[in-house]
């Protein structure tokens, strides 16, 4: 089992930058997989990021590329989500989510995912 716990999310104006953090604990982090979440109101809960247990595969959906990196520091427990030039479109309630343990490669969709974050909320004004 791995608890994880999620911090940075904010209100920033379109054009900023937010870096989210998920600190995790438990098991040992780097058996798992993970992911960064969203979801905003009344739409479908999408994959943002994702990143293999070793760092060295990472996915984005189109609509991040370019402007959000995922990143893990397995000797810190934590993943992280730096997202630049934010857009209002981006507001939403973020999680972060570990999958395994002993996941290979990229985790893509949420029934891969047996363990979640609470949540952080970003807004991004226009």
């Known amino acids: 089992q791995v608890q994880l716990v999620e911090s940075g999310g904010g209100l920033v104006q379109a054009g900023g930058s937010l870096r989210l953090s998920c600190a995790a604990s438990?098991?040992?982090?780097?058996?798992?997989?993970m992911g960064w979440f969203r979801q905003a109101p009344a739409k479908d809960r999408e994959l943002v990021a994702a990143?293999?247990?070793?760092?060295?595969?990472?996915y984005y959906t189109d609509s991040v590329k370019g402007r959000f990196t995922i990143s893990r520091d397995n000797a810190k427990n934590t993943v992280y989500l730096q997202m630049n030039s934010l857009k209002p479109e981006d507001t939403a309630v973020y999680s972060c989510?570990?999958?395994?343990?002993?996941?290979?490669?990229?985790?893509?969709?949420?029934?891969?995912?047996?363990?979640w974050g609470q949540g952080t909320q970003v807004t991004v004004s226009s």
């Open positions: 989510a570990a999958a395994g343990p002993y996941y290979g490669g990229i985790a893509y969709t949420p029934s891969n995912y047996h363990h």
């Open positions: 438990g098991r040992t982090f780097s058996d798992y997989a």
């Open positions: 990143i293999s247990r070793g760092g060295g595969s990472t």
